[in-house]
């Protein structure tokens, strides 16, 4: 009798997933599929081709794929290797709380699959529920004075029980509105993770005119102050826009002392910044080095400059003058953010000065939206405002693989920097 099994059949978005298939013909060629429907009913699916052993089992831990998606051995590849029906949309969820992702399973006979691919009959099916809260993980709206967003609080599962945990602002990128789906897992490890919007939220400004940093120190705060959060410092972990504010915040605010930038711009670029009365002028957006690839996708890392070359020096963020530690993470096959020169740049500013307060993670192939592990790589996604459809970047493979170390890297930085340094934590 033919078994499709996964273990286990619910869990975090970020916990891997044993599959595996028995009673097959020996040596028989088969087909495992996955597809998911998101919460605005876009389909994605991944499909690979394995050959069963002599005892017939197909297991995906040992196993390597003959082709499909993607080939060799990949315990996780059909989770990461989805992509949209219809290219480009972006894997995205919003409702954190109350919803998995339901992936679908299935097991075909190639051969069956091959002759008719819209009626084949599954040899073996099952759902995996992939969630981004743990059980107990709370969420609280967050609505006090200008701050907006949403405060994700671990569960009593975590020492020291009840509480206070380690507290971090989790910041996205440069489209505004609410991402909650990084802070939600980070709760879930242990950590109360306020995803803070800046723009485009509730009654937040429509558009980004300026970084107001006072905001982002209203927010370091009011973690600080919340009696579920211990200090004496609050973590940062962002991407893109998010984390060029997160470096003026590590900068400017005493408060932060960990901060996670994830293909980050390390000058003012496009709106002024602005903190307790000074002002930092942007480097402007260069939108003659726009450029259209020959799928039709936008390229943006031309707009961005190049710190080297081109940013005047009341533009740079000064990131020598932070007390705090850095994890600095590059995608090299950035296609939105020229993530590698602005990281090149950080660092020698650092080492200038005498720095050794910041470690740097550079991953051949990835692209600009490294993420939680096992959620498949975004290439490209429509934005608003334009006809084309803005390139991220990225090899699946490599891309799969940088998602996965960084995430374990973000969570041990973290540890260390916002729990072991405090007296009696450990």
């Avoid at 020229?338 to 660092?347: D, L, Q, V």
Wanted: aromatic share 10%.
């Amino acid at each position: 009798m033919i078994q499709l099994t996964a273990t286990p059949t619910s869990a975090l978005v970020d916990e891997p997933v044993h599959i595996r298939a028995t009673g097959l013909p020996p040596n028989q060629v088969v087909v495992f599929e996955a597809s998911l429907i998101d919460e605005k009913g876009k389909l994605f699916q991944s499909r690979a081709y394995y050959r069963a052993n002599e005892a017939g089992e197909v297991d995906l831990e040992h196993a390597s794929a003959l082709g499909g998606d993607y080939v060799g051995v990949h315990p996780m590849g059909l989770f990461w290797s989805l992509k949209p029906e219809k290219i480009p949309n972006r894997l995205m969820k919003r409702d954190v709380m109350n919803s998995p992702f339901k992936v679908q399973l299935k097991l075909y006979d190639s051969n069956l699959l091959i002759l008719n691919l819209l009626t084949a009959t599954p040899k073996a099916s099952l759902t995996v529920e992939r969630w981004f809260t743990s059980p107990g993980v709370t969420r609280i709206q967050v609505r006090e004075g200008r701050l907006r967003g949403a405060l994700f609080l671990p569960p009593v599962v975590f020492p020291p029980g009840e509480g206070p945990f380690p507290g971090l602002i989790d910041l996205d990128g440069g489209f505004g509105g609410l991402f909650e789906f990084r802070a939600s897992l980070l709760a879930s490890r242990g950590f109360a993770s306020l995803a803070l919007a800046y723009f485009k939220y509730e009654d937040l400004p429509s558009e980004l005119e300026q970084v107001d940093l006072e905001y982002f120190e209203e927010a370091a705060n009011f973690l600080l102050q919340h009696p579920k959060v211990f200090g004496p410092g609050v973590g940062v972990v962002s991407i893109s826009k998010g984390a060029s504010i997160g470096l003026a915040m590590a900068i400017n605010l005493k408060q932060v002392t960990a901060t996670v930038m994830i293909n980050a711009p390390t000058i003012v670029i496009g709106e002024p910044l602005k903190y307790h009365g000074l002002t930092i002028q942007p480097l402007p957006y260069s939108s003659e080095c726009l450029s259209v690839d020959a799928s039709g996708f936008l390229h943006l890392h031309g707009l961005l400059g190049n710190p080297q070359a081109e940013a005047p020096l009341s533009s740079l963020l000064r990131i020598e003058k932070a007390q705090g530690h850095f994890l600095l993470i590059v995608g090299e096959d950035d296609k939105n953010v020229r993530s590698s020169i602005y990281a090149k740049h950080a660092t020698e500013q650092l080492r200038r000065n005498g720095k050794k307060n910041w470690t740097l993670l550079s991953y051949p192939g990835a692209g600009h939206l490294i993420y939680p592990p096992y959620t498949p790589l975004c290439y490209a996604s429509r934005i608003p405002m334009t006809p084309f459809a803005l390139c991220w970047g990225g090899e699946v493979i490599s891309h799969a693989a940088a998602q996965e170390h960084s995430w374990m890297e973000i969570q041990k930085f973290l540890r260390k920097h916002l729990i072991s340094c405090v007296t009696g934590r450990l």
